[in-house]
Structure formats: C-alpha cells, structure tokens
C-alpha cells in the first residue's frame, strides 16, 4: 500500500502560524484527508498529540483499527507527554531519544523518511515542526507529492506561497478532499481494505 505522510498540528499561542491559523478549516482538512485515505493508501504521521486522537477516531470510523493503514513514529524524548491514545495503534514505531529535544526531534524526522517511501505528503495548518518536515521532504524524497494546504493557515500555508505553490482558487479552496484526491490521484470510489466483519463507516 502506497504510503502518505501527514504533517499537522494546531498551532499553539506566541509560536509560529499560530496567526494565521482557522482551527475549523484545519480539523475540516484533516478529517477530509483522513476520510479520503484511510484504507486507500497507508499513511504515516509524527503522533502530534492534537492529531493523534483525531486518527484514532477515523481508524475507528472504518473498523481500520488493526490494519496496517497507519504508523505512529514517536520520540522516546517524550515518553511522559506520549497521549494515552498511543498504545491503541498496532504500528507504534519508538525513535530513541536525542540529548535534547532538538536532537530527538531531528533523529525522529531522519527516521520517518529514511524508513518510509512516499508517494505524497499533506501538510495542514502546524508550527515550525511542519516547515522541518516539509524541508525533510523535499531534501529526501524529491519526487514525492507535496500538498500544503493554504486556507487553514498557520505555516503550511505559509509554505504554499513561499515555495511557489499559488492558493488554490477561491471556489476549491475548501474543498478538500478535491484537493486531496486529484493530487494524490485517489479515487473516492476506491475500495478500502478493511476487515472482512466490517459493516461500514459509523456515519
């Protein structure tokens, strides 16, 4: 299954994109992604601990929960912050810890794009650590798809603008999952591959 890999966070007070940042359009564009994905394609993310349960609650949705459709990476770093919805992801991945928080964050990245071949990465809303990771991207993984989102605010969509990538227009700026499934070219009729006993989405 083809990997995706998420970046995004809802930026907190006097950090950067925090501004900027529409919380509605962000938690709108996560879960627009993750409806689309989910089971279509395997997407890995960072555990953002404001992300985290948002994926969980997906997961759950689909009856994905014990496939192979999401990895969680994380920094041993913060083991005592770890979010208490970590231990419910079959495919939790434990990066050992730096000297400091810098060096943890930085060997945690490393990790996540030296482990995993993307074929897309989607950025949404997110701080400095959205920027690093896109910076990563683009460094290790050039030809992969990258898709920050400039509506939701917040650094990615400061990183639309400043590598290039015009808004989109005003009548598709919201419409999220036409972004997302005509960049990564997945088809909202795409089957997913869940569980046998699935009924359905819970919605």
């Known amino acids: 299954m083809d990997a995706i890999f998420l970046s995004a966070s809802m930026p907190e007070p006097n950090r950067?994109?925090?501004?900027?940042?529409?919380?509605?359009?962000?938690?709108?564009?996560?879960?627009?992604?993750?409806?689309?994905?989910?089971?279509?394609?395997?997407i890995v993310f960072g555990g953002h601990p404001s992300i985290t349960p948002m994926v969980l609650a997906a997961c759950e949705n689909f009856g994905l929960e014990y496939l192979d459709c999401v990895s969680i990476y994380q920094s041993k770093y913060f083991t005592k912050e770890f979010p208490k919805y970590n231990d419910q992801f079959v495919n939790l991945n434990l990066v050992d810890a730096g000297k400091t928080k810098e060096e943890s964050l930085r060997k945690l990245r490393e990790t996540i794009f030296n482990e995993n071949d993307f074929v897309g990465a989607v950025f949404i809303g997110g701080?400095?650590?959205?920027?690093?990771?896109?910076?990563?991207?683009?460094?290790?993984?050039?030809?992969?798809?990258?898709?920050?989102?400039?509506?939701?605010?917040?650094?990615?969509?400061?990183?639309?603008?400043?590598?290039?990538?015009?808004?989109?227009?005003?009548?598709?700026?919201?419409?999220?999952?036409?972004?997302?499934?005509?960049k990564l070219e997945i088809d909202i009729a795409e089957q997913r591959h869940v569980p046998k006993q699935n009924t359905g989405p819970r919605i």
């Not at 940042?21 to 089971?39: E, K, M, Q, V, Y």
């Not at 992969?144 to 650094?155: C, E, N, T």
């Open 16 to 42: 950067p994109g925090f501004d900027t940042a529409d919380p509605l359009l962000i938690h709108a564009a996560i879960r627009s992604f993750l409806t689309l994905a989910l089971g279509r394609r395997r």
């Open 127 to 182: 701080m400095e650590g959205v920027e690093a990771e896109y910076n990563y991207l683009r460094q290790l993984q050039p030809e992969a798809i990258s898709i920050p989102i400039f509506s939701a605010g917040g650094v990615a969509a400061q990183l639309a603008v400043r590598n290039g990538k015009d808004p989109e227009p005003e009548d598709l700026a919201n419409d999220f999952t036409t972004i997302f499934a005509t």
